[in-house]
Structures are given as C-alpha cells and as structure tokens.
C-alpha cells in the first residue's frame, strides 16, 4: 500500500527548461512535506519542504506546490542544469513538523540534457 | 564539518551470519535515525534513536534486528542470522533536534549471498 506516489520513474528535460516532478499522497493525515535529491553512491540530500498551512514555498530555482484538496504536490526546477540530473524522492510526515517517520515514494530520475 | 559517517560502503554476508552496520551522526547531531532502500524502492524507516535510548522503533522487523546508539561511539544497525531478502541499502540520517531536516550519509550497500 504506497501512501506516496511518483508515477514517472524518468522525466528529461532540455538544460536551461523547467523541470516539473510529481508526486502524490494517499494519507490525509500527512501534514509536512518534503523533496529530497539523491546522486549514485549517495545519500538522499534535503532540497525543500512545505508544511501543509501552505500551498507554495520557494527557494532559489526550487519551488515546491502543494494542492491539499487533490493530494497532489510538485517540485518546479527553474531554469534546469545538468547538475540536476538526480533522483528526485518525495516524502511526507503526520508528525506535524517532526519528520523523522518520512514515507517515501519511489523516486523520479530526472536527466537534464545539455 | 563532517557528514553523516557511514562504514562499511559494502557489505557482503552469507546466509546465516551477521551483519553489523555503523553510523557516526554529524557533530552535534544527537538524533540518529535508520532507514532501508529495497531495490525499486523508497526509503522506509526503521528506527529513530537518541543517545543510549530508543524513541521509535516501529519500521523495525519483530526478529533478529536490533539497533543501538551508545553513550560513546556510533550507532550499529545489527542484523542477525541474515537471508537473501535483507540485501538493500541502508542509510543512517541524523538530526540536530526533532523539527530539523534530516541529514542522510552514502548508506552501507548490503548483499547476502
């Protein structure tokens, strides 16, 4: 039973383009938010959050937007580097801001073209 | 200032041994979390452990785990009597408090033959 849902495995986009990465949730009790970034041979690295009391956070290129009513969230890289090119996971708390219990969903690779 | 300290990278175990997995928080870091990575999966937590207590272990199977984070020294992620369907990669995250976003080390590749 996934409560997390990233349904593309892959997305490309063109160096200089908006990447656009989904993700879904099933668990209305899930209250924070979160993107992480993960190269080969590493560990996932903290990209952005969002509390569920909003609906839009930004940092930089990254923008997170959460839709409570459809249960949907997406993380917007503008403009996309090669340097992007990553496995993108998306992960969700019910602890209300307390987000050790992260449930994962499967993850995105994102490839940015040159 | 360095990160979450993983060791080893890779782990290689036949059926039936044991498999100690060790983790070093980041400095000042005294929440120390584990979770697991099947292939084609997401992460899924196992266990969150301040120093010389378990907070949650509610990821964690009912047998043969254990996780400990001692007063001194690192966390160790300890499988016993392991088989074919624990090869994953585990990674250890720590945090400076509860509300802080997780920092996650290279996580230790494990492969039971």
């Known amino acids: 039973d996934q409560q997390v849902k990233q349904n593309s495995p892959s997305l490309s986009v063109q160096e200089g383009r908006i990447s656009i990465l989904n993700c879904d949730y099933t668990?209305?009790?899930?209250?924070?938010f979160l993107w992480y970034k993960k190269y080969p041979a590493e560990g996932p690295t903290f990209l952005i959050s969002?509390?569920?009391?909003?609906d839009k956070n930004e940092d930089g290129r990254f923008t997170v937007f959460l839709n409570k009513s459809a249960k949907h969230l997406s993380l917007h890289i503008v403009p996309s580097q090669p340097g992007d090119s990553a496995v993108y996971f998306c992960?969700?708390?019910?602890?209300?801001?307390?987000?050790?219990?992260?449930?994962f969903g499967k993850g995105t690779l994102l490839t940015v073209n040159p | 200032n360095a990160g979450v300290m993983q060791n080893p990278r890779h782990l290689v175990r036949r059926r039936g041994q044991e498999a100690r997995l060790r983790c070093s928080p980041m400095?000042?870091?005294?929440?120390v979390y584990w979770y697991r990575q099947l292939p084609e999966e997401g992460l899924k937590f196992m266990v969150y452990?301040?120093?010389?207590?378990?907070?949650?272990e509610s990821g964690m199977p009912k047998e043969r785990f254990s996780a400990e984070f001692p007063k001194e020294g690192p966390s160790i992620l300890r499988i016993q009597q392991v088989v074919r369907g624990d090869s994953a990669a585990y990674f250890c995250?720590?945090?400076?408090?509860?509300?802080?976003?997780?920092?996650f080390g290279n996580g230790t590749r494990l492969t039971v033959t």
């Open positions: 452990l301040q120093k010389e207590n378990i907070i949650d």
């Open positions: 668990n209305s009790m899930f209250d924070y």
């Open positions: 992960a969700a708390s019910d602890r209300g801001g307390s987000n050790y219990k992260l449930t």
């Open positions: 995250a720590s945090s400076l408090d509860i509300d802080s976003p997780l920092h």
């Open positions: 400095k000042g870091h005294s929440h």
């Open positions: 969002i509390s569920s009391i909003k």
